[in-house]
Structures are given as C-alpha cells and as structure tokens.
C-alpha cells in the first residue's frame, strides 16, 4: 500500500511539473495589447488623451520615435493642460463611436504668450514619470482618463509623430512556478515514501531466525528414571 501511495504521489508530482514548464515556456512571457499611431505634428508638443491611455486595463506604455531627442512624460490631465500654458498643441486621443484614434491640433488660447519660448519638457516637477532618450523614449503610465502622456523633440522642432501605446497583459509566469514548486515538494515526499516503503519491504520479506530441532532439554534437578 505504501508502495502506491508513493508511486501516485510521483506521478502526480510529474503532472504538475510538466504542466508548468508548458505554462513556463508557452504562456510566461509578457504579451501587450499594441497601438502604433503615425501622427502628422505640426506643433512642438504631443498629447496623448487620457481616453487612449483608458481604452485597455494595465497601466500602458508609451514611446515615440524621433530623430535626435525624444521626451515622454506623463501627469494628471490639469498639470499636462498648465504646463502648455495654453499655447497650440497636437493632440491623440480615442473615438469610443468610432472605435479609432484621432489626431487633431488644439489651437494656441487668447492666454498663450504670443511668442513663447522655446521650452523642452524634460526635467518639470509636474510629471508623474518621465522618459528621455535618442531617437526613442517609452514611458509606463496609467490607464486612467484623468491623465494625459505628452511628448517632444526639443520644444522647438515638431513633436516625434511615431508612436505606440502598448497594455500588458497578465503574465501566467506566477502561476507556472507555483506548479513548478509543487512538482518538486511531491516528487520530494515521493521519493521519502518509496525509500521508506522499500524499507518495509525488506523488513517483512527479510530473514527470519530458524527454531532449534531436538527435544529440549530437561530441567535442572529432575529426577532421572
């Protein structure tokens, strides 16, 4: 009986581990939800809506293309619109009619300096995170409307016009090494029990001592006839 237990316990332990190396191998990478966007920018800004940065669950990354330097940073929808200041900006967002994205360009506000200064986004302490780079730079943001990712070159040539949102998805790797973890623990007991089922084995079909032949002997002080 305890041989079978032993030998169920490792076949079930080699289930679990076969199970997770497929989970491991198949299904462990991080896959992502892609959006690539090729925007005409006529201004030195680029905002990405927060209904683009919403349309998936998971918190997105954003990255732009660009020839030479390439800003991406992010923040709250009211700290994006105050650092623009009301001047012109190109805009991304999502059509939820539609289902596409639209590219627009918001004109500059009566507020709007009428010649503002040439002034890079990198380095404000408005942005929640940010990211800078030659030629690409990608940031992780929020799947949240209230908040808007925005992207230059230098503040004075033409925002990077390629872009790509991308939305991870959940990631089964936890779940193959849970599988994994529990493969080895009962392969371990699988084997401490055939050991000691084999051990008991040996006790029970083991030599046995032989009894004495003869008749015994008479004790001492009988009397002989």
Partial sequence: ?????????????????????????????????????????TTPYLVVDGAVLNQNEGD??????????????????????????????NQLTFDTESSKYVTSTVAAKSTAPENPSVVSIAGSDMWTNEASGTDTAS?????????????????????????????????????????????GVLALVGLVMYLLALRHLRREHGPRRRGGGGNPKPPRGALKA
């Fill in 1 to 41: 009986m305890r041989l079978v237990v032993a030998i169920s316990t490792f076949a079930l332990a080699f289930v679990l581990l076969v199970i997770g190396l497929v989970f491991r191998i198949f299904f462990g990478g991080a896959d992502y939800i892609t959006a690539s966007q090729q925007v005409a920018t």
């Fill in 60 to 89: 997105p990354y954003v990255s732009a293309k660009g020839a030479g330097p390439v800003v991406v940073a992010f923040g709250t929808a009211k700290d994006v619109q105050a650092w623009l200041g009301g001047v012109a900006y």
């Fill in 139 to 183: 940031v992780q943001t929020k799947s949240d409307s209230n908040y808007q990712a925005i992207i230059s070159a230098d503040g004075k040539a033409n925002a990077p016009s390629d872009i790509t949102v991308a939305w991870p998805l959940p990631s089964r790797a936890p779940l193959a090494a849970g599988l994994l973890v529990a493969g």
